[in-house]
């Protein structure tokens, strides 16, 4: 795991600038840099090839994706990526279409993934940490982080990688706790790679 493909998923809005992902994406960059990993790198604020990208997909052994939690889901900007991106990654490059054949078109759906690797997803959210895995608070319902992020981590399953533990630093419009946010974060970097 030599080449990390690092991804900031932020867009910016009036409310939120994009300073605490672009901190994550640097710091990030630098631990892997200072550890030895080549390191290729897109943020949706800036203009990028659809086949460029897919390249880096392919090149990666790891895809390092920083997001803020939009909506219970990632940026605007980051599923047009999505869109573009991985729907003509799906024709071949990336994966074999969704994974199933003529012969058996059943099964197998979503199998088709043609690359090799992980993924780590870090998330920065407004919602308190206490939201989660908690049945008594109601809006999330018992959910955890990563039952939220599902739709995510199907999409990196589909084309063939394997999770790494996702980080998330909660509460950070209200109540940030951003100095130790920093620390869990190279914490979690450690213990993962």
């Given at each position: 795991?030599?080449?990390?493909?690092?991804?900031?998923?932020?867009?910016?809005?009036?409310?939120?600038?994009?300073?605490?992902?672009?901190?994550?994406?640097?710091?990030?960059?630098?631990?892997?840099?200072?550890?030895?990993?080549?390191?290729?790198?897109?943020?949706?604020?800036d203009?990028?090839?659809?086949?460029?990208?897919?390249?880096?997909?392919?090149?990666?052994?790891?895809?390092?994706?920083?997001?803020?939690?939009n909506?219970?889901?990632?940026?605007?900007?980051?599923?047009?990526?999505?869109?573009?991106?991985?729907?003509?990654?799906?024709?071949?490059?990336?994966?074999?279409?969704?994974?199933?054949?003529?012969?058996?078109?059943?099964?197998?759906?979503?199998?088709?993934?043609?690359?090799?690797?992980?993924?780590?997803?870090?998330?920065?959210?407004?919602?308190?940490?206490?939201?989660?895995?908690?049945p008594?608070?109601?809006?999330?319902?018992?959910?955890?982080?990563?039952?939220?992020?599902?739709?995510?981590?199907?999409?990196?399953?589909?084309?063939?990688?394997?999770p790494?533990?996702?980080f998330?630093?909660?509460?950070?419009?209200?109540?940030?706790?951003?100095?130790?946010?920093?620390?869990?974060?190279?914490?979690?970097?450690?213990?993962?790679?």
């Open positions: 795991m030599k080449n990390i493909f690092i991804i900031n998923g932020h867009q910016k809005y009036p409310f939120s600038e994009g300073k605490l992902n672009a901190s994550l994406t640097e710091k990030a960059e630098h631990y892997f840099k200072n550890n030895g990993y080549e390191v290729k790198k897109t943020t949706m604020e203009a990028y090839e659809v086949q460029k990208e897919i390249e880096k997909f392919k090149w990666a052994d790891v895809v390092f994706f920083q997001t803020p939690l909506w219970m889901g990632v940026s605007w900007s980051f599923k047009k990526y999505i869109d573009e991106v991985f729907s003509i990654g799906m024709m071949g490059e990336m994966s074999d279409g969704d994974g199933r054949s003529r012969e058996t078109p059943k099964q197998n759906y979503g199998l088709g993934g043609k690359l090799k690797g992980k993924y780590m997803m870090s998330v920065t959210a407004n919602a308190p940490k206490e939201a989660f895995n908690n008594e608070e109601t809006f999330f319902n018992g959910m955890s982080e990563d039952d939220l992020l599902r739709p995510m981590h199907l999409n990196f399953k589909w084309f063939g990688y394997e790494l533990p996702t998330m630093a909660y509460d950070v419009m209200k109540n940030p706790e951003i100095e130790n946010d920093f620390k869990r974060f190279e914490a979690h970097l450690k213990g993962n790679f």
